[in-house]
């Protein structure tokens, strides 16, 4: 059974910094996998997908790794902003079963001024 | 163009009614996944339907079901409400492709069982 782990489950950085979010996965066959942001009450806006057979993916101050064989994805984001505040969630895909997502329970980032 | 809509965006039920949600996907997706989250958690998958078929099913009780129509929208309905069924319900839609199968998620319906 795939298990999604994301750490840190908060974090608050001053703006301007550089940032950092992990993602763990227990099952490394994974399909693609997916970043989205969620804004509180808010549904899911999809940031980067990663396919398997890709290392990583960029969309402005976005980047994505994925290191399969160890099971872990990172989300960089540079020169935070205070509109970057919302909880960051990763999801993985398994072949034959291409839509259903497992989520890990968020990272909760907040930019102060 | 229009992304995923869901309806209504909020409602209240009492333990052991039935609710039935909507979902609309982006124009050309043919494939609608349901996910409950519950508050500070991630979501978890309840069904996947493609071209009007049930394609998966999470680990979600029978009292929980769906259908697609032949537009591609789609209902969640849940019978026999109880408390721990207060979530946000998520619609996503996809075109599943060879190399991609990104998920578009809708806003959402926030459920609260009194």
């Known amino acids: 059974k795939q298990e999604v782990t994301q750490i840190p489950a908060a974090l608050s950085v001053p703006e301007g910094e550089n940032l950092v979010l992990n993602c763990s996965f227990t099952d490394s066959a994974i399909y693609n996998l997916q970043w989205f942001r969620q804004d509180p009450g808010k549904g899911l806006t999809s940031l980067l997908l990663i396919q398997s057979s890709q290392r990583e993916q960029t969309s402005g101050r976005l980047n994505a790794s994925l290191d399969k064989s160890s099971g872990r994805s990172t989300l960089y984001i540079a020169a935070s902003q205070p509109g970057d505040s919302a909880t960051y969630l990763c999801?993985?895909?398994?072949?034959?079963?291409?839509?259903?997502?497992?989520f890990g329970t968020g990272t909760r980032l907040q930019v102060t001024l | 163009d229009a992304g995923v809509t869901q309806s209504p965006t909020h409602l209240i039920k009492t333990r052991g009614q039935h609710v039935t949600l909507r979902c609309s996907p982006i124009s050309g997706h043919k494939s609608v996944s349901w996910y409950q989250q519950v508050l500070g958690q991630g979501p978890q998958f309840i069904f996947q339907?493609?071209?009007?078929?049930?394609?998966g099913r999470g680990n979600f009780p029978d009292r929980f079901s769906a259908r697609q129509f032949p537009n591609y929208s789609s209902e969640l309905n849940v019978n026999a409400l109880l408390l721990g069924d207060s979530a946000l319900y998520l619609c996503?839609?996809?075109?599943?492709?060879?190399?991609?199968?990104?998920?578009?998620f809708g806003p959402g319906t926030r459920l609260t069982v009194l």
């Open positions: 996503a839609s996809s075109f599943p492709r060879a190399a991609d199968d990104e998920q578009f």
């Open positions: 339907y493609y071209e009007k078929e049930e394609r």
């Open positions: 999801a993985v895909s398994s072949y034959g079963t291409a839509s259903k997502l497992t």
